[in-house]
């Protein structure tokens, strides 16, 4: 599977836009870019995902580069409850019988600050 | 509706002992994945099952088995434990099958895990 890299960790205000950015240089054709996110002590929570168009949900919106190597997962509106830690990650497209993992990184750690 | 479940939430072993850990799946959902989290870390893909089959394995020791059930519940077991399978572990499930472009079909859903400490 091709590999994401994430900034560690970042800090975004209360209210304002928090951008996300994710670099996944050896993506291939046929896998999509999945965010997911999760929250202290909770299990992953599936955010949005995109192929090639940008994608927006009530979520949030995600930004993928017309040479696909790099995606940005933008939150609107950031309020402290969106502090987690954020995964991108990059999975093929599905075919019947083929596993499904996904495969996470180390994630960015988002902070919402009041 | 309800949403993954996993039980026990929390989880004291020691080293040697052997542990099972459950997991209900959405209702309708016939995937079922399991994931290990260790502090610190993303969590790492364990098995995955559906239709009561494997159909994927992560690359953990053969100490590490689970099974699905007729009614799409699984089991995750672990034998010979030791000091680092302290973790959180995470069960997903989805409705599986084709699903087609990575539809709604595969899209996973997680419980909020079991936290086991081995002492």
């Known amino acids: 599977d091709a590999k994401t890299t994430q900034p560690p960790s970042m800090d975004c205000a209360e209210g304002r836009a928090a951008n996300l950015p994710c670099n996944h240089s050896t993506i291939s054709g046929n896998e999509y870019v999945y965010w997911y996110r999760q929250i202290h002590s909770q299990g992953p929570q599936y955010i949005i995902h995109g192929l090639k168009n940008n994608e927006t949900n009530e979520m949030a919106s995600l930004i993928i580069t017309e040479d696909r190597k790099s995606s940005t997962l933008i939150l609107p509106h950031a309020t402290l409850r969106d502090t987690a830690v954020y995964y991108c990650?990059?999975?093929?497209?599905?075919?019947?019988?083929?596993?499904?993992?996904?495969?996470f990184g180390s994630g960015t750690q988002l902070t919402v600050l009041p | 509706d309800a949403g993954v479940t996993q039980s026990p939430t929390h989880l004291i072993k020691t080293r040697g002992q052997q542990v099972t850990l459950r997991c209900s799946p959405i209702s309708g959902h016939k995937s079922v994945s399991w994931y290990q989290q260790v502090l610190g870390q993303g969590p790492q893909f364990i098995f995955q099952?559906?239709?009561?089959?494997?159909?994927g394995r992560g690359n953990f020791p053969d100490r590490f088995s689970a099974r699905q059930f007729p009614n799409y519940s699984s089991e995750l077991n672990v034998n010979a434990l030791l000091l680092g399978d302290s973790a959180l572990y995470l069960c997903?499930?989805?409705?599986?099958?084709?699903?087609?472009?990575?539809?709604?079909?595969?899209?996973?859903?997680f419980g909020p895990g079991t936290r086991l400490t081995v002492l």
């Open positions: 997903a499930s989805s409705l599986g099958g084709a699903g087609g472009a990575s539809g709604i079909n595969n899209e996973q859903f």
């Open positions: 990650i990059v999975r093929p497209k599905i075919s019947s019988g083929s596993a499904r993992q996904l495969t």
């Open positions: 099952y559906y239709e009561k089959e494997e159909r």
